[in-house]
C-alpha cells in the first residue's frame, strides 16, 4: 500500500537503473524520484552518462536492469503512454529546415493527435516569442531561435513532463537569457522538468533541484532551499570528486 | 583464461580423420564417371560445402531472429561465426563449379542459376560484414546483422527462383535446353554414398569450426573486458 | 489499484484510437515529405537529373540503335531507377538524421510502423514522380512508345518492391560511418530478384509477348512486395528501437 502511494506521488521514479553498451556500463544502479511540479538540474562532468539517461527517460533507449516509470506507466513496456506525457528538447532542434515554423509544428501536432491544431499552434508559437517569423522556413533561423521553436515543438501536446539536454549548448548571451525566459514559462506551469547542463550559472537560476551524475550513479542531491548560489560550485565538486575517491 | 573443451579436441580428431577417409573415397571408392572422367570427382566435395554452406547462412538467419527475440549477445556471435565459415565453404563451393564447369561446358564461368545465386548470396554476406563493419555501438551492431541475415536469407529463395526463371524462358547459349542437362549423369550407389559420407564430413568439419569461431569470439569479448576494467 | 485501472483504461484507449492515430501519423510523414520536398525540390532535380545523365550515358555505351532499342530499353530504364532511387533513399533518411528529426518522429506516441510505411510512401511518390518524367523524355528521344498500361504496372509494382526495401535498409545505412556508400551494397544484392523480375515483364510488354509469358514475372514481383513488405513491417521495430 504503501509502496503505491510512494510511487504516485513521484512523477520520475527510476530505480536500480543499469544501462550498458555492449560491454561498456554506463548507468550503475541509478535511482532518482522526482515530485510534481520540481525543476531539476541534473549537472556532471562529460561522459557521466547525463544524456544516456535523459535518452532512457525519453524511451529512445532501453534500461538493461531496473525499473522506469514516467507518471505512473513503465518504459519501455508502456512507452506509448509515457511518450504522449513527455515532451523532450535535445541540444539537436529535432525540426526540418525546409518547412517553416508553423509546418513543422503542425507536423508534430497531427503526431501527437492534437486537437484544435491551428490555435494551439499558433498559441505556442506565442509562447516561444516566434509568432512574428511563423511562416519563415526554421533553415533561416538562428540557433536560438531554433532551439525556442524546439521547446515550443516539445510542449504542443502539454505535458507532464519536460526533458531538457543541455539546451543552452551553441547559444550566445542574448539567445541565452531568451531561452531561460522560455524555460520559465514552461516551468511555471506546473510542469515537471529535468534539464541536464555543464552550465553551473545557468542552471542555478533555474532549477529548484540539484542533482549530480558521477560514475552512473547519482551521487549527491540537494534542493535550493538548502543551498546558497555562491556554494553551488563547491557543493557540485565535492559531489563528483567524492565519488571518485570513494 | 578458458581451457579448450576436451569435447572439441575430439571433434577436431574426428573432423579430420572423416576428413582424410571422404579424400579417400572420392579419389578411390567412386568409379570414374564415363563422360566426364576424373574431374567429376570435384563434383562430391562441392554439393557439400554448397549443402552445409547454405545450413549455415540459415542457422545465421535463425540465430538472428533469436538475437532480436532474446537480445542475448551469444546468439549474435553465432550469427556472425555462422556467416563467416559459410562464406568461405561457399567460396569453396564455387571455385570446384568452375573446375567442373570448364571440361563440362567448357567454360569456367556460366550463368547457371545455381552458380549465380551462389554468387549473389555471396555479396548479400559480405554486405552484412561490410554493415557491421560500419557501426560502433555493439547493441545496434548486433541488432542491424540479425535483421540483415534475416533479409538475406529470406532473399536467397526468390533469387533462385528469379534466375531460374530467367533462364527457363530465354534458351541458353549453350543450344540445350538446360545448361545443366550437358552436365548430368547418373549416380551409381558407390557415388551416391560418396555424396553423403562427403556432406557429412563437412557438416562435422563446419560444426568444429564453428565451435572454434563462437569461442574466438567470447574471448575477444572477454579481452575487451579486461581492457575496460584496467581503464578504469 | 488505482493505477493499475489507469494503465488499463489507457491501453484500451489507445487500441481503440489505434486504427485512426496510425492513419493520421502515417498521412503526416507523408505530407511533411512531400510538403519539405515541393519547396526545396532538391531531391526530385538530384534524382532527375541523375536519371537523365545515365539515360546519356547509356546512349553512347550501348549505341541505342533503333533495333537495340526494342531488347535493351527495359534494362536501361531500370538501371536508371535503380540508381536514382539509391539517390533519393539515401537522401531522404538523411534528412531525419541531420537535425535529429528521427528522434523527433520517435518520440511521438504512433506505432513505429506508420513512421516506416510513412517514409516508405514518400520515397515512392518520388521515385514514381522520377519515373513519371523518365518515361516521356526516354519516348520522345527514342521513339519507343513507353506508355503501355502493362509496363506502367509492372513500373509500380517494381517501385514498390523496391522502395519498401530500400527505405528499410537505408534507415539501417543512416546509422553507419559510410552510410553513403553503404546503402548500395546492402540493397542490391537483396534486390536483385524484384529488379530481374522488373526487367523481364517490362521487355515482354515492350516486345508485345503473349501475356501468359509475363504472368510468372509479374507473379514474382507481386509475392517480392508482399514478403518484403511484410518482413519490413516485422523487423523495423529493431532498426529504430535502441
Given at each position: 500500500m504503501s509502496e503505491i502511494s510512494s510511487q504516485n506521488s513521484h512523477v520520475i521514479d527510476v530505480r536500480k537503473l543499469v544501462k550498458r553498451f555492449g560491454l561498456k556500463t554506463v548507468l550503475r544502479g541509478l535511482d532518482f524520484q522526482v515530485q510534481p511540479g520540481e525543476f531539476v538540474a541534473l549537472l556532471g562532468p562529460n561522459g557521466a552518462g547525463k544524456t544516456t539517461f535523459l535518452r532512457i527517460l525519453a524511451s529512445l533507449s532501453r534500461p538493461s536492469l531496473g525499473e522506469v516509470r514516467i507518471a505512473g506507466y513503465r518504459l519501455p513496456a508502456q512507452a506509448a503512454a509515457v511518450r504522449r506525457r513527455l515532451g523532450v528538447v535535445s541540444h539537436l532542434p529535432l525540426l526540418y529546415g525546409d518547412l517553416t515554423a508553423e509546418e513543422n509544428l503542425r507536423f508534430y501536432a497531427r503526431m501527437y493527435g492534437v486537437p484544435e491544431r491551428t490555435e494551439r499552434v499558433a498559441e505556442v508559437l506565442e509562447l516561444v516569442g516566434l509568432a512574428y517569423r511563423g511562416r519563415d522556413l526554421v533553415r533561416t533561423y538562428s540557433r536560438g531561435m531554433q532551439q525556442r521553436l524546439a521547446i515550443g515543438r516539445a510542449v504542443l501536446h502539454d505535458p507532464e513532463v519536460v526533458l531538457f539536454d543541455e539546451?543552452?549548448?551553441?547559444?550566445d548571451q542574448d539567445a541565452c537569457n531568451m531561452l531561460d525566459g522560455v524555460l520559465r514559462e514552461v516551468a511555471a506551469r506546473g510542469r515537471t522538468v529535468v534539464m541536464t547542463s555543464h552550465d553551473l550559472a545557468r542552471a542555478a537560476d533555474l532549477a529548484s533541484r540539484f542533482d549530480v551524475l558521477s560514475r552512473g550513479v547519482i551521487a549527491a542531491s540537494l534542493p535550493?532551499?538548502?543551498?546558497?548560489t555562491r556554494d553551488l560550485l563547491a557543493f557540485y565538486r565535492q559531489a563528483a570528486e567524492g565519488v571518485m575517491v570513494a | 583464461m578458458e581451457p579448450k573443451p576436451r569435447f572439441l579436441t575430439i571433434l577436431d580428431s574426428i573432423s579430420a580423420v572423416l576428413f582424410v577417409v571422404a579424400l579417400g573415397m572420392v579419389f578411390f571408392y567412386a568409379p570414374t564417371e564415363r563422360?566426364?572422367?576424373?574431374?567429376?570427382?570435384?563434383f562430391y566435395f562441392h554439393v557439400a560445402t554448397a549443402w552445409v554452406g547454405m545450413l549455415g547462412f540459415m542457422a545465421a538467419g535463425v540465430a538472428g531472429v533469436a538475437y532480436l527475440r532474446s537480445s542475448d549477445r551469444k546468439w549474435d556471435t553465432v550469427s556472425l561465426a555462422a556467416v563467416e565459415i559459410s562464406l568461405v565453404f561457399f567460396f569453396i563451393t564455387i571455385i570446384m563449379g568452375s573446375i567442373w564447369a570448364r571440361p563440362a561446358w567448357g567454360t569456367w564461368w556460366t550463368w547457371e542459376p545455381r552458380l549465380t545465386t551462389a554468387t549473389i548470396v555471396e555479396l548479400v554476406y559480405a554486405a552484412y560484414l561490410m554493415l557491421r563493419q560500419g557501426i560502433e555501438d555493439p547493441d545496434r551492431r548486433a541488432r542491424f546483422g540479425a535483421v540483415y541475415t534475416i533479409l538475406g536469407f529470406i532473399s536467397v529463395p526468390v533469387t533462385f527462383l528469379s534466375i531460374r526463371l530467367y533462364r527457363t524462358i530465354h534458351p541458353t547459349v549453350f543450344g540445350v535446353s538446360s545448361p545443366e542437362a550437358e552436365g548430368e549423369f547418373s549416380m551409381t550407389p558407390s557415388m551416391l554414398q560418396t555424396l553423403i559420407f562427403s556432406v557429412l564430413t563437412f557438416s562435422v568439419i563446419f560444426s568444429s569450426l564453428l565451435w572454434h569461431r563462437i569461442r574466438l569470439g567470447r574471448l575477444a569479448e572477454k579481452v575487451e573486458q579486461l581492457r575496460l576494467k584496467i581503464a578504469h | 489499484m488505482s493505477q493499475g485501472m489507469r494503465v488499463v483504461a489507457g491501453e484500451t484507449r489507445a487500441a481503440q484510437a489505434g486504427a485512426g492515430s496510425f492513419l493520421r501519423a502515417l498521412l503526416a510523414v507523408v505530407w511533411k515529405d512531400l510538403a519539405a520536398e515541393l519547396r526545396s525540390r532538391e531531391l526530385i532535380s538530384a534524382m532527375l537529373v541523375f536519371a537523365l545523365l545515365v539515360i546519356l550515358i547509356f546512349n553512347f555505351a550501348l549505341e541505342l540503335d533503333p533495333r537495340t532499342r526494342r531488347t535493351v530499353s527495359s534494362g536501361v530504364l531500370w538501371v536508371t531507377f535503380a540508381f536514382a532511387g539509391t539517390l533519393g533513399l539515401n537522401r531522404s533518411m538523411a534528412i531525419e538524421k541531420d537535425r535529429g528529426c528521427l528522434d523527433g518522429l520517435l518520440l511521438?506516441?504512433?506505432?513505429?510502423s506508420a513512421i516506416y510505411f510513412g517514409k516508405a510512401i514518400g520515397n515512392l511518390v518520388f521515385m514514381l514522380m522520377v519515373e513519371a518524367i523518365v518515361l516521356p523524355v526516354y519516348t520522345v528521344l527514342?521513339?519507343?512508345?513507353?506508355?503501355q498500361p502493362g509496363l506502367i504496372l509492372v513500373i509500380l509494382l517494381g517501385s514498390i518492391g523496391y522502395t519498401a526495401i530500400g527505405t528499410l535498409l537505408a534507415s539501417m545505412a543512416?546509422?553507419?560511418?559510410?552510410r553513403d556508400i553503404l546503402l548500395p551494397i546492402l540493397l542490391f544484392p537483396v534486390a536483385i530478384p524484384v529488379l530481374i523480375a522488373s526487367v523481364k515483364a517490362s521487355a515482354g510488354f515492350l516486345e508485345a509477348i503473349p501475356l501468359e509469358e509475363i504472368m510468372p514475372w509479374l507473379n514474382l514481383i507481386i509475392a517480392y512486395d508482399v514478403i518484403f513488405i511484410a518482413v519490413a513491417y516485422m523487423v523495423f521495430d529493431f532498426i529504430v528501437e535502441e
Open positions: 539546451p543552452h549548448t551553441g547559444l535550493r532551499a538548502e543551498i546558497d | 563422360v566426364m572422367g576424373a574431374v567429376q570427382r570435384v | 511521438a506516441p504512433v506505432d513505429r527514342y521513339s519507343v512508345n513507353l506508355f543512416v546509422h553507419t560511418r559510410t
